[in-house]
């Protein structure tokens, strides 16, 4: 067994570890070899340094053992000294990457130790600056005389690359920096990420001798991520301006070779998940919002088998615009992050199941799930009902929504002493209370809004027009939205239409200088606010993907008028969304709706009040959401109108309180509602008692009986397991060679039935 993990070892791509017998006669390497990059002293601190280092063994790159997603208890991260005496390595067991420091600092390898894959073709720089209108590497190494793949002999006749900046040192901190997060509520995880962080200090050379760049590489316990960021400091007198960064660029091996596709859309993309914290809306998910991830060519890799050299295969991470800031001695730069995740498989379910644990980790506060309701008046007396009926059902949460007419910016003290009281009112009962306000698609006025680039004038931008956050509205806009939640004391705010991403060509706003600044200062100015609320406990429901900045709510996307189909139509289209939008995200961090007055149109058709009228479509609806680990704004005035109806949200809230953790745990789906048969889908936990929770619908008008293979591979058990359906009395099953045990299923007309899984 030992032999074989050496023999993966070398054949996962290390390419530093063969050249170990070479130099194996000394512990320090010859200063003749770190010419042309690192001085003789850096180099000798550099190589003191490695030596403190544990030397790589076959954790560091071979293949691993286990499924990480079913017990990932083993797989933490540590840092190498490579056996060469040259490199350095991080690794976790999952994945590594693989650093070479002499004669200047590269990237050699990225290991996918789930599948034993070697990802890079290519010896990499760790990305470029440019200041002033020149630009700089951050490292880098010259010579590689064949890009489609790489051999580790070459690197001694390698050498540092022009113009770039040079290693100095590296440091070994043992906490994963992440957000303040204030803990206040229910959460399915409340711990905090841990791992390891390795810090590389590089200098600039000639005009920019006098600034350090540090670059930082997070790797995580538990999980094949590893998260960069980097930092500038200025030591002169003078100011610099970064232009632009490319934080990455890295080489990578490409999945497949296609000769004549000359679309890049349509070329298969390594596998692995690339994502940043530069999220800008308007978007309810990763993809639609990621701004800096850019699969590019390599015309240099001339060997490629496209015949027009169009491979989508390095990896750069940078801004279409910007930065544009300055750096002085003052006021350093800290770039935004990328997250960078090796996948094992391209099935669906699997993939959603990495990106939910990487959600899970690094931005916990996203499975807090307060029940809530989404009240439709700010009205002292309205508001005390629906508190007082919440506390009667078990509900959480009251957030006083759009149209109620409060107005969070306005901070007079008779508004303030307002909705103060009303907060003390909700506290005393074991309530929170939140509130509402909108931001972007407002017209404010020519002076503030963003001015598009293309005419000049505002309008034609994302939502036609909104205000700038550089501009002094939107500086003092931000001050009163915080000023209002700390003096009243509300904990919740639902920020309708955060910053859309839109540049602004203004060169009259206080807080930029012009558009190639616009975006990196708006960005700035609205995650400051959302780092803000997830330090001080306030919950924070945003129609856009700021996840990584503290938000820990997202709409789980729909059309607004599709709430004011028939409710008999809205059941259906409701567990579509339910099942169609949880692949990549925890149901815990996704919002639906319900309209229990009318929304968007529809009339009395679509609407549940009265509610005791229409009981059977509101515990539908409320089951199949809480089922689904999906709190839906249930917008009206009051949750229950006559004691049948109190009684019908008692049992459900119930319900879901007692298996809230299994109902906030992973999705894994299986079947998709299509109004013809059952659907269904079943949560997963295996580190929880109860394995899973399974939910089956009949949309029909008949009684139904179904058999069903129902896949428990992602419970963890792998024998036997116990089975109940609903209440009722454990049956044992044996489970069938693909994890799964069948089941017959009796679904009753238009209704649902569930089973839990011990």
Known sequence: MKTRHLVLLLAASLCCMNLYARHASTSVVDAESAVG???????????????????????????????????????????????????????????????????????????????????????????????????????????????????????????????????????????????????????????????????????????????????????????????????????GDKSVNLDSFKLEYLAFAEPESPVEESDASKFLLPNIHIESDFHVGPAFTERESEHVEHWVTDEAYTSQ????????????????????????????????????????????????????????????????????????????????????????????????????????EDISEENIARFRELVEYANSKGIELGCYSLLASRWISDEVDVINPKTGKRGDMTFGSSPCLCSEWGHEYLAKIKTFIERTGMTCLEHDGSYSGDVCASTSHAYHKGLNDSRWRQFEKITELYNWMCEKGVYLNVPDYYFLNGSTKVGIGYREVNWSLPRERQIIHTRQINYRCTWERLPSSLWSFVPLVQYHGGGAAATLEPLSEHLYEYRTLMFQNYGAGVQACYRGPRLYDTDETRQVVVDVIAWYKKYREILNSDIIHLRQPDARDWDGIMHVNPRLEQKALAMFYNPTDKDMVRTINVPLYYTGLSKVARIREQEGKSRTYKLNRDYSVTLQVTIPAGGYTWYVVE
Request: with cysteine.
């Open 37 to 235: 990059g690192l001085s003789d002293n850096n180099w000798e601190n550099l190589s003191r340094k490695l030596r403190q280092l544990p030397v790589a063994d076959y954790f560091t790159t071979a293949r691993c053992e286990g499924d990480w997603l079913i017990d990932a208890s083993k797989f933490k991260a540590g840092v190498w000294a490579g056996r060469d005496g040259k490199s350095i390595v991080i690794s976790n067991g999952l994945v590594s990457r693989i650093f070479r420091l002499t004669p200047n600092l590269a990237t050699v390898d990225i290991v996918n130790q789930m599948t034993g894959e070697s990802m890079m073709r290519a010896v990499s720089g760790e990305g470029e600056l440019t200041i002033n209108g020149k630009r700089w590497y951050l490292g880098g190494l010259d010579g590689q005389v064949e890009r489609g793949y790489f051999r580790e002999e070459w690197l001694d006749d390698m050498t540092a690359r022009e113009d770039s900046f040079i290693v100095e040192d590296f440091a070994i901190e043992q906490e994963i920096p992440t957000l303040k997060w204030a803990r206040s509520r229910w959460a399915l995880n409340k711990t905090l990420p841990t791992g390891r962080v390795l810090v590389f200090t590089l200098r600039g050379v000639g005009e920019v001798k006098d600034l350090k760049v540090k670059l930082y590489y997070d790797i995580y316990d538990h999980l094949p991520l590893i998260r960069k960021r980097m930092e500038i400091f200025n030591y």
């Open 305 to 408: 088998t496209s015949y027009r050299l169009r491979t989508p295969c390095i990896l750069d991470v940078s801004m279409a615009v910007g930065p544009d800031v300055e750096i002085t001695t003052d006021s350093p730069f800290k770039s935004y992050m990328v997250y960078e995740m090796p996948l094992d498989s391209y099935d669906r379910e699997r993939v959603g199941l990495f990106k939910r644990r990487m959600q899970y980790t690094v931005a916990p506060w996203t499975t807090e799930n307060p029940i809530f309701m989404h009240l439709t008046s700010a009205n002292p007396e309205v508001v005390r009902r629906a508190v007082d009926q919440c506390v009667e059902c078990g509900y959480e949460m009251v957030i006083i929504s759009f149209g109620a007419k409060l107005n969070a």
